[in-house]
């Protein structure tokens, strides 16, 4: 490990602080860090990359955050499988795992390749509008579509693998991978899935029939929505962070992703243990 990326949440102070340490810290080892250019900035340093660029010209990127940052670093790495270790700097995070106490201990062992990953799938997920292509999305958690504030409940078509499931009635659906699972998704009402196993969510959001169920199927399967709506506000997102309007007739298709994200595992604590404390299992 002798060349590593380092991004940081930029609107936290103590993350910018954190990472000139970091920067410090790695240099003394003869490690040259890339920055992104956003960050360099907030650091008063000249030398920054485009965020973009930085995952091809280094052996392993550091983000300082939490699972929002590393989420979007992780669409900015897309194919190349370059290991993101994630540092959160609040509370413990559900993929964020490393805590700032543990930051250095954990950085002395992964540059000397002392470390383990989690690969977790990603989604591609396409808009299509009159049998054109006018979004292309890759995401880490899920894809949403969900209605505006003033919208009411919009009718979706929904169909795996070309074989009709059903139309929800409600304000939204999801669609997640295992490690969304403990995001919207949980929060909708969906289960939570262990990152390893192939599969994804389908889970609607507050749907109209109380029938309306989350459903799991083949994470080879193909699934894709139509939006049966003329003139309501309904918007695509994808992991929270990018996204566009829809209208009426438009088809979003999702599958898995031939990219996957490399995650730097704790070496002190695993999944189950995140659950408990993040969920707070156990307590009265």
Known sequence: MKRIGLYAKRKNPKAVQVAREVCDWLSQRDIEVFL???LAREMGEVQGYPGGSIPAMVNLIVVLGGDGTLISVARQVGDLRTPILGVNLGSLGFITE???AELYPVLEKVIKGDFSVSDRMMLDAVVL??????????VLNDVVINKGALARII??????????LTTFKADGLIISTPTGSSAYNL???GPIMYPGIHCLVISPICPHMLTNRPI??????????EVKFQDEDVV???????????????IVEVRRSKSSTLL????????????RTKLRWGER
């Open 236 to 250: 695509f997102t994808a992991d929270g962070q990018v996204g566009m309007p829809l209208q009426g007739g438009d």
């Open 129 to 138: 509008r009159n049998g054109q292509k006018v979004g292309r999305f890759r």
């Open 187 to 189: 929060a909708a009402g």
């Open 216 to 225: 799991i199927v083949s994470d080879e399967s193909i699934i894709r929505v």
């Open 98 to 100: 490393i805590t700032l």
């Open 36 to 38: 992104d250019e956003a």
């Open 264 to 275: 730097v595992k704790s070496p002190s604590r695993d999944y189950f243990e995140v659950l």
């Open 155 to 164: 009718d979706m078509e929904a169909s795996v693998d070309d074989v009709y």
